[in-house]
Structure formats: C-alpha cells, structure tokens
C-alpha cells in the first residue's frame, strides 16, 4: 500500500463533516475521496466527480458554499492542455491542475467569481481539482505535491 493510502485509512476517523454542498444542485454527480499529501500533512477530500459533458460544463456553478474539505474533480482520459472558467460560479476557488503521476503541476489560486476569464493549465494533465479558494495556501499545497483519488 502506498503512503498516501495508509494515510488515508490513518485520517479517516478524523475528518469531521463535510455535507455542506447543496445536494439538490449536485445530486447527479458521482463521489469518490481523493488525497492530496504535502510535505507536511496529507489531506482527505470528500470530492463531486464531474465525468459527463453536462457535469463537466455544469461544474461548481450555482454552489453557494463547499464544506472544508470538499471538492470537485475534473478528470480527462488522457494528458491534454486543460482551461477552465468560472462563470456563474459563486465562490472563489483553487484550481489544481494534476499531471498523469499524480502530481500538482500549477494552481491557480483564489479564482474570481463570475469571471469568463480563461483559467490555463499550462501543460498537459489528466485532471482538474476545485477546492475552496485559499484551501491551498491554508494548508500549505504547493506545485509537485501528490493527489490520488482513493480506491
């Protein structure tokens, strides 16, 4: 077992809840954990995974409020530049954009609500993850950090 996945089974006992989401809004969506580990800590995430087209252009929008320590994942099937865009999303947020090993290539941290400006990847990955704005600087996620969604 890797050490993000003992992590994992370490952390699970104490996270507190997360259900702050409207469920209304999301209830179409799949759910999986994922993990991200820093140098100092990991972190368990409670994640929407966004795999349809509709789910991938519905995305976070409308959501008023995520819990602490949710999420929503964008992933792709294969390495490709990726962009997103924050229009009708209502609450700022971290981008991080995953490499095909797992880990963080860029962050675009605290994005601006509403905005239609494009938000870049800057290289090829397999996946996007939106957390509450300021959630990486709060618990220090940086570029080469490792995420994984936990089986």
């Known amino acids: 077992m890797t050490r993000i996945g003992l992590a994992a089974i370490a952390l699970l006992g104490t996270v507190a809840a997360w259900g702050a989401a409207p469920a209304h809004l999301l209830q179409d969506f799949a759910r999986a954990q994922g993990m991200i580990e820093t140098r100092r800590a990991c972190h368990l ?30 992933p792709s099937p294969a390495p490709a530049p990726a962009t997103m865009w924050m229009k009708n999303t209502l609450i700022p947020l971290d981008m991080l954009f995953i490499r095909e090993d797992g880990t963080i290539a860029r962050i675009a941290a605290r994005t601006t609500p509403l905005s239609e400006e494009t938000i870049d990847s800057g290289e090829p990955v397999t996946a996007v993850l939106e957390l509450n704005g300021g959630f990486a600087e709060r618990h220090a996620v940086a570029a080469g ?7």
């Open 45 to 74: 995430l409670d994640l929407y995974l966004a795999l349809t087209p509709a789910q991938r252009a519905q995305g976070l929008m409308h959501v008023r409020e995520l819990g602490q320590y949710e999420g929503m994942l964008f």
């Open 145 to 151: 950090d490792r995420f994984a969604v936990l089986p």
